[in-house]
């Protein structure tokens, strides 16, 4: 089993490179003594704990006999929705499901995950996954293996590269949720009344803007010509990945696992959204966003163009949610010229804690989650795409998504990130050099790339010799 480097906030803000450590090596030292002198307390210390040992030893079944079942999860952007979905499963099954919600963003929810599941805690049996974890999970031992779960027979029922970026040695660790490939959003009554079509590349989309937003200044109208996610954290690679790929370049070759981020294509991309995006058509404050706040500036109609995954057309076209419903369009991402557009492969999946003490009742929960009705319902009311392939034919699906019938190839092409069990600690240098040479007009782009490389490289060498990149 290779080594795990574990990237933490603290590593990310303290610029120290991350440590390493082997995937089990770290517990919690456990006080040599209690400092309570008073044992008058110790009954009201113990029994709590005590009841806990007996709820964990009994498989999860609580005091009143209720089953119970931990599910970790980031903070949906539908609560109602997942409360209804729980709930009904909670009634079909007779198992409670207690949901703990980390913040929406991929990053903190790794965070918090990992902390839990370095030591071994029986306190998650259900997590989610962002794509980008499967190699680390396997690799570290913390994902169970699902393949009696998920057998090959289901597995041909979803979209393959869902099932592929699930795998990990030939292994299957993950059950795809939704898939997430970037798209454009923009103002389609602002467009039309400027005369433009949806832009192809991205020069056009910055033309476009910059017109719109001098036109509505001109009538006292202040308008944005572009919000996406620019934040130090995971979106940032995502996004920086789709204007590199479409100017012809990489962030790492997908068959040796070289960096090509060093590459002329992947500077000039680079170099291009921070001269002409940052604080042109985007304002300098989307250095900060994340999904949620790009997407606010968007649905207030602060924003002609915005680039979001798919759930966004949902609420964007929710009266209740957006002040510009009927007003939107969606299109492909645009491309520099010569290159072609390309979307970044996102995509959430169920996992089982390989210390979960019910796991029988956590791959009945999983099972329920990724079936056809849960999908089609998440596809129906949250706009979520879903990883059944079957669903992108359904007539209720299509009719609240019409773009998914044209965009369908968007989600079987879309580019995965590099895949290797120690991605979040090459993201993480990633992440830092993206966000340096975004945030400061005057840094040598090509020194602080380099830079980098040589993070990345020193971090690949630490894997033996051939698994410093793409798994098997
Ligand atoms: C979306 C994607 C996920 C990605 C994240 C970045 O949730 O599905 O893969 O890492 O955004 O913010």
Redesign the pocket.
């Known amino acids: 089993m290779p080594p795990v480097l574990h990237s933490t906030v603290n590593a990310t803000e303290t610029g120290r490179m991350p440590f390493c450590t082997s995937p089990r090596g770290f517990r919690p030292r456990l006080p040599g003594r209690c400092p309570l002198r008073a044992t008058r307390f110790l009954p009201f210390i113990l029994l709590p704990i005590l009841a806990g040992t007996l709820f964990s030893a009994c498989g999860g079944v609580s005091p009143a006999g209720a089953r119970e079942l931990r599910f970790l999860s980031w903070n949906p952007d539908r609560p109602e929705v997942w409360n209804g979905i729980i709930e009904e499963y909670e009634r079909r099954s007779g198992t409670r499901i207690h949901m703990e919600r980390a913040p929406s ?2 990053s903190a929810l790794h965070d918090l995950l990992v902390q839990k599941l370095r030591n071994e805690s029986p306190d998650i049996d259900v997590f989610f996954m ?3 974890w499967v190699p680390e999970f396997a690799a570290a031992g913390w994902a169970s293996p699902l393949e009696d779960v998920f057998p090959p027979t289901e597995r041909e029922k979803f979209l393959p590269g869902t099932i592929a970026a699930n795998t990990y040695g030939k292994v299957v660790y993950g059950i795809p949720l ?1 898939v ?1 490939a970037g798209m454009l959003y923009y103002r389609k009554d602002l467009l039309e009344e400027y005369g433009f079509s949806p832009p192809e590349t991205w020069q056009e989309m910055v033309h476009q803007a910059d017109t719109v937003v001098r036109g509505e200044a001109a009538q006292g109208n202040r308008i944005y010509g572009f919000s996406a ?1 620019f934040k130090q ?3 940032l690679l ?1 996004v920086m990945q789709e204007f590199i790929l479409s100017n012809g370049g990489a962030i790492m070759d997908p068959e040796t696992g070289a960096p090509r981020f060093t590459d002329p294509a992947a500077l000039e991309a680079v170099r291009y959204v921070r001269d002409e995006c940052i604080g042109g058509a985007a304002p300098r404050g989307a250095l900060t966003y ?2 949620p706040e790009s997407m606010a500036l968007f649905v207030q109609g602060r924003a002609v163009f915005h680039r979001n ?1 798919p759930y966004v057309w949902s609420i964007a076209g929710d009266r209740t949610a957006s002040r510009i419903a009927g007003r939107v369009g969606i299109a492909r991402l645009p491309r520099f010229p010569g290159g072609r557009s390309c979307s970044t492969l ?3 999946q169920l996992g089982i804690s390989s210390f979960s003490r019910r796991r029988g009742e956590a791959a009945r929960f999983i099972l329920y989650l990724t079936g056809d009705e849960v999908q089609r319902r998440f596809a129906v009311e949250t706009g979520r795409a879903p990883s059944r392939r079957a669903l992108y034919g359904d007539r209720s699906v299509l009719a609240a998504n019409p773009q998914f019938r044209d965009m369908k190839d968007v989600f079987l092409r879309a580019v995965p990130r590099p895949r290797t069990p120690l991605y979040p600690a090459v993201s993480n240098a990633l992440q830092r050099y993206l966000s340096r040479v975004l945030a400061f007009p005057d840094t040598d782009i090509a020194a602080e790339a380099a830079t980098a490389r040589r993070r990345i490289e020193w971090i690949q060498s630490l894997l033996p010799q051939g698994e410093g990149h793409a798994v098997p």
């Open positions: 963003s991929s962002d794509v980008i939704f997430d996610q954290y995971e979106g995502c994340e999904e995954w996102g995509g959430w």
